[in-house]
């Protein structure tokens, strides 16, 4: 999707800091980071949201999940990390490409 902003990441077109990738995932730093180590991961290929993602390729998501749990290591958040997947408007997605957050670094608040 050419207006898709994690699509023009994964092509090249818009500079990411990238801390992990593989032939399907890709990771990068959050412009925005909400913890010390805010790291977004993504399929290379386009699907809207997580929901889509496992309809269409559950071993996609797996792998992106796999990737997720690799830089938390590779970031060394032995402490603990939290993994979030916002899935539409209402939960606040605001990139409407699949992808994870991986966040740590510190003690993070209580989800309720």
């Not at 993504?42 to 390729?57: C, F, K, N, Q, T």
């Not at 539409?88 to 989800?111: E, I, K, N, S, Y």
């Amino acid at each position: 999707m050419s207006d898709c902003l994690f699509c023009r990441i994964v092509a090249g077109e818009v500079p990411a800091t990238v801390v992990h990738e593989t032939p399907t995932t890709l990771a990068f730093r959050d412009i925005g980071p909400q913890a010390p180590t805010h790291v977004l991961v993504i399929p290379r290929e386009h699907h809207d949201d997580v929901g889509a993602l496992s309809d269409a390729d559950p071993g996609l998501l797996a792998s992106v999940m796999s990737a997720a749990v690799a830089v938390a290591r590779q970031e060394q958040l032995s402490g603990g990390y939290r993994l979030l997947a916002n899935t539409g408007d209402d939960a606040g997605q605001t990139v409407h490409h699949a992808h994870v957050h991986v966040m740590g670094g510190h003690r993070l608040a209580g989800l309720g």
